[in-house]
């Protein structure tokens, strides 16, 4: 702002000040200096006696980022006072739009103006699109258009993948690479990544890899951070570490990437190793790393670092938890069977718990089968989510697991007259880079009926060595033959089996789970990983499982 001043001073000084290009200068300043200075430049607007285009292109653009209606609002005001708008007009009111995430209408303004075959009209169109989830438009607009630069390119990409459509992105990004008019810069390739880490595919995240080096990129910190976070997301953490190493420079995000990496892979004591090598460093963590590292002593039973690291948060750094640590800690103690410790702890937080907290905590008591604190967190689950499918299913897992059957069936009930059903298990599996998907209980597999017979055939010889159904966590109350045929067709198992059959090497099985692993099938893929001596890597909702000749990274702690 001191800038702006000065040059204020200077024109008042020399009679300039109502020049209408020194004020045009001024007002750029003034969005230069955005949003600090924005108050300052609409009171400087306000004594311009008949702003032109160009006043009005700057004062939009001044506002279009951090404040989207101000910059709306002076657009209404320049076709008010039929000021012609320019090719720089709409590219800034388009910014503003899909910050607020309004504008269809605007297109047909465009056309209509003869601005459409502008190409940063159109990428901003595409931009805005993307925003507002109307990906068919985008994409109509990006086909449409004649000339097509980076930007181009990139928010078209970007659009795809910010939408879910990763592998749309993906190809899209290969034809940009056969066109071979356009190179990608660090904003395309930052979203390939992104694109890959939603699939986690490990033989896409090494393409990009070796793409990027291949195509001479330097390795910033943006663009290792977000390798380590693929590696991760990909399910090599090894990767991630290798990654790490070869960073020339790294900020904060660089090891909560790799802190949270290790976390989620099971590795708790590196996690922590690396998060004070990282206090060693200079560098000050912040809630995010906090948070890595809570989840890091959550996954590996390590409860008093955990304390250590929750208690520094404030009497260290002098910051306030945030709900989601205190999260972290209820999942800590919870994880470690102290739940009447957990549920203490909730009752006296500073700040009121959500509802994520209490189904953390409910999903502890269930493991623990401490019924009656089950019931009571139930219920304040109630209170604040009432209808969530999740809920009934741990609170009839509870009652199955205790061998109440009464109650569990009422669940059930309970469930059906509010027609909750419960999310079927979904798991993806990536082979020869065709995604396969398998619903639990689903014949749409064109080889359902192989799968099936080998999975039942897996099964039956597991059992003589020893591997013994885990039927609590049924739904409701049927004889126990039912029981494990419902098991039996549990996604993973159905992905697992299928890979088998596949890929007869010794290729590691990787599997993405869309819910959290049961018990049954926990112990199933460490049967599996042991039998047919493969590494199986199942990430789930909430973390990495890594089964290796009969055991898992968690070590049957998650």
């Known amino acids: 702002m001191n800038n702006v001043y000065k040059l204020q001073a200077r024109l008042l000084k020399t009679g300039l000040h109502e020049d209408p290009s020194s004020l045009h200068r001024l007002l750029l300043s003034c969005a230069a200096s955005?949003?600090?200075?924005?108050?300052?430049?609409?009171?400087?607007?306000?004594?311009?006696?008949?702003?032109?285009?160009?006043?009005?292109?700057?004062?939009?653009?001044?506002?279009?980022?951090?404040?989207?209606?101000?910059?709306?609002?002076?657009?209404?005001?320049?076709?008010?006072?039929?000021?012609?708008?320019?090719?720089?007009?709409?590219?800034?009111?388009?910014?503003?739009?899909?910050?607020?995430?309004?504008?269809?209408?605007?297109?047909?303004?465009?056309?209509?103006?003869?601005?459409?075959?502008?190409v940063y009209v159109q990428n901003s169109l595409i931009n805005l699109y993307g925003c507002l989830e109307s990906v068919d438009l985008a994409y109509k607009v990006f086909c449409e258009m004649t000339g097509r630069d980076l930007v181009s390119w990139s928010s078209m990409i970007s659009c795809f993948n910010n939408n879910g459509l990763c592998y749309e992105a993906l190809d899209l990004f290969k034809q940009m690479?056969?066109?071979?008019?356009?190179?990608?810069?660090?904003?395309?390739?930052?979203?390939?990544?992104?694109?890959?880490?939603?699939?986690?595919?490990?033989?896409?995240?090494?393409?990009?890899?070796?793409?990027?080096?291949?195509?001479?990129?330097?390795?910033?910190?943006?663009?290792?951070?977000?390798?380590?976070?693929?590696?991760?997301?990909?399910?090599?953490?090894d990767d991630s570490i290798r990654m790490f190493d070869k960073m020339p420079d790294r900020n904060v995000l660089t090891w909560t990437a790799l802190i949270n990496g290790l976390a989620v892979h099971g590795r708790s004591k590196d996690a922590l190793r690396v998060f004070y090598e990282m206090k060693k460093s200079g560098l000050r963590p912040d809630h995010v790393t906090f948070r890595g590292v809570l989840v890091a002593c959550s996954h590996g039973g390590l409860i008093d670092d955990g304390w250590r690291v929750f208690n520094n948060i404030k009497n260290e750094y002098g910051a306030e938890p945030t709900l989601e640590h205190y999260g972290c800690m209820v999942d800590l103690l919870g994880r470690a069977g102290l739940v009447n410790e957990a549920f203490e702890f909730v009752e006296k937080m500073p700040i009121q718990p959500n509802v994520v907290i209490w189904r953390t905590l409910l999903g502890a008591c269930v493991n623990r089968k401490n019924i009656d604190l089950a019931e009571n967190v139930k219920q304040r689950i109630y209170e604040l989510e009432p209808n969530h499918d999740g809920d009934y299913v741990l609170l009839s897992n509870a009652y199955g697991g205790v061998g109440k059957w009464v109650e569990k069936a009422e669940v059930r009930t309970s469930?059906?007259?509010?027609?909750?059903?419960?999310k079927p298990g979904c798991s993806l599996l990536n082979i020869n880079q065709v995604i396969h998907e398998f619903v639990s209980g689903d014949d749409s597999h064109p080889k359902s009926n192989e799968i099936k017979r080998f999975l039942v055939s897996i099964i039956q010889s597991l059992g003589v060595e020893g591997y013994v159904p885990n039927t609590s966590d049924v739904l409701h109350d049927i004889e126990e033959e039912e029981k494990e045929h419902s098991l039996s067709y549990h996604s993973e198992k159905l992905a697992v089996a299928f890979a088998l059959i596949s890929c007869k090497d010794r290729r590691t099985i990787r599997i993405m789970k869309n819910l959290r692993i049961c018990h049954d099938c926990h112990c199933f893929m460490k049967h599996v990983s042991h039998k047919f001596s493969r590494e199986i890597i199942v990430r789930d909702r909430n973390r990495f499982h890594h089964f290796s000749k009969g055991s898992c990274s968690c070590q049957d702690y998650w």
Not at 86 to 91: E, M
Not at 415 to 422: A, H
């Open 415 to 422: 469930m059906r007259e509010k027609r909750i059903s419960k």
């Open 177 to 237: 690479q056969l066109i071979g008019t356009v190179k990608p810069d660090d904003v395309t390739i930052l979203s390939v990544i992104s694109a890959v880490s939603s699939l986690g595919a490990l033989e896409l995240a090494r393409w990009i890899d070796n793409f990027i080096m291949r195509s001479g990129f330097e390795l910033t910190v943006s663009l290792g951070t977000a390798l380590i976070d693929l590696y991760s997301r990909c399910g090599s953490v």
């Open 34 to 118: 955005a949003p600090a200075s924005l108050p300052y430049a609409r009171s400087l607007f306000a004594h311009i006696p008949s702003p032109d285009t160009l006043a009005y292109n700057t004062i939009i653009r001044a506002h279009s980022h951090s404040s989207p209606l101000h910059a709306l609002s002076f657009f209404t005001k320049m076709r008010c006072a039929r000021i012609s708008p320019d090719h720089y007009t709409f590219p800034f009111v388009l910014k503003a739009c899909s910050r607020l995430q309004v504008g269809h209408g605007l297109h047909s303004l465009i056309i209509k103006m003869g601005f459409y075959s502008d």
